[in-house]
T-cell receptor, first 117, second 111 residues
Framework: EPEVTQTPSHQVTQMGQEVILRCVPI?????FYWYRQILGQKVEFLVS????????KSEIFDDQFSVERPDGSNFTLKIRSTKLEDSAMYFC???????????????FGEGSRLTVL | RKEVEQDPGPFNVPEGATVAFNCTYS??????FFWYRQDCRKEPKLLMS???SGNEDGRFTAQLNRASQYISLLIRDSKLSDSATYLC????????????FGAGTRLAVHP
C-alpha cells in the first residue's frame, strides 16, 4: 500500500540551528501539506503546496519556515533558525484532490519529532 | 469562537458501551466534515466523512447539523481497539484542502 514517508523520525537540535525535514508523498498525489502537533495539543495546519508553489499558509508559517519540492519526489520543510517553541511532531501529508468538496482524505506520514534544546 | 471545538474528554467506557462525541465549528460556509482517529504518538488517519444526511460505517455513525454547525460521532458496541483520540476535522472554505483539526476527544475503552 502506498504511503507517505518522512525522515528523520526524530531530530534533536540546538536553538538557532537550521533544520530540514523531508517527506516523500504518495507518487500520484498532487497536493502536499505540512502540519505540526505540539505534545498534548491539536494538529495545526502550517502550509499547503500545489503545482510547485504554496497555495495557503497559516500564521504559524512565518519567514523562518520554507517549503520546496526540489526533485519531483521529495517535499521538504526548512526551519531556518529554530526556537524552543518549534519543538513538535511535524506531519507531512498528501492527497490526490484539491478544492471543495473533497474526500478529506489526507494521507499522513508517521511524523518527524523535532526537539529544540 | 474556536474554529473547531470538541470536548477533550477523556471518555472512559466499558467494552460494549455506546459513546457519542460532539463537535462544533465556526465557519458556516464549510462544506466538508470528517472524523479522523489518532492513536497515541501516531499520525491521524481518516475514520469517516460526514454527510448531510448522516452516514454509518459499521459501528460508527456520523451526523451533521448545518443549522447548529454541529457534528457528532456515535460508536456502538465499543471495543478495546477503539481506544484513541477522535479528531473532528473541517474543511474551511477559501483554501486548498485546508483541513482544520479540533483538539480531539480521548476515548479509553476498558474491559
Amino acid at each position: 500500500e502506498p504511503e507517505v514517508t518522512q525522515t528523520p523520525s526524530h531530530q534533536v537540535t540546538q536553538m538557532g540551528q537550521e533544520v530540514i525535514l523531508r517527506c516523500v508523498p504518495i507518487s500520484n498525489h498532487l497536493y502536499f501539506y505540512w502540519y505540526r502537533q505540539i505534545l498534548g495539543q491539536k494538529v495545526e495546519f502550517l502550509v499547503s503546496f500545489y503545482n510547485n508553489e504554496i497555495s495557503e499558509k497559516s500564521e504559524i508559517f512565518d519567514d523562518q519556515f520554507s517549503v520546496e519540492r526540489p526533485d519531483g519526489s521529495n517535499f521538504t520543510l526548512k526551519i531556518r533558525s529554530t526556537k524552543l517553541e518549534d519543538s513538535a511532531m511535524y506531519f507531512c501529508a498528501s492527497s490526490d484532490t484539491g478544492g471543495e468538496p473533497n474526500t478529506g482524505e489526507l494521507f499522513f506520514g508517521e511524523g518527524s519529532r523535532l526537539t529544540v534544546l | 469562537r474556536k474554529e473547531v471545538e470538541q470536548d477533550p474528554g477523556p471518555f472512559n467506557v466499558p467494552e460494549g458501551a455506546t459513546v457519542a462525541f460532539n463537535c462544533t465549528y465556526s465557519n458556516s460556509a464549510s462544506q466538508s466534515f470528517f472524523w479522523y482517529r489518532q492513536d497515541c504518538r501516531k499520525e491521524p488517519k481518516l475514520l469517516m466523512s460526514v454527510y448531510s444526511s448522516g452516514n454509518e460505517d459499521g459501528r460508527f455513525t456520523a451526523q451533521l447539523n448545518r443549522a447548529s454547525q454541529y457534528i457528532s460521532l456515535l460508536i456502538r458496541d465499543s471495543k478495546l481497539s477503539d481506544s484513541a483520540t477522535y479528531l473532528c476535522v473541517v474543511f474551511f472554505s477559501g483554501g486548498y484542502n485546508k483541513l482544520i483539526f479540533g483538539a480531539g476527544t480521548r476515548l479509553a475503552v476498558h474491559p
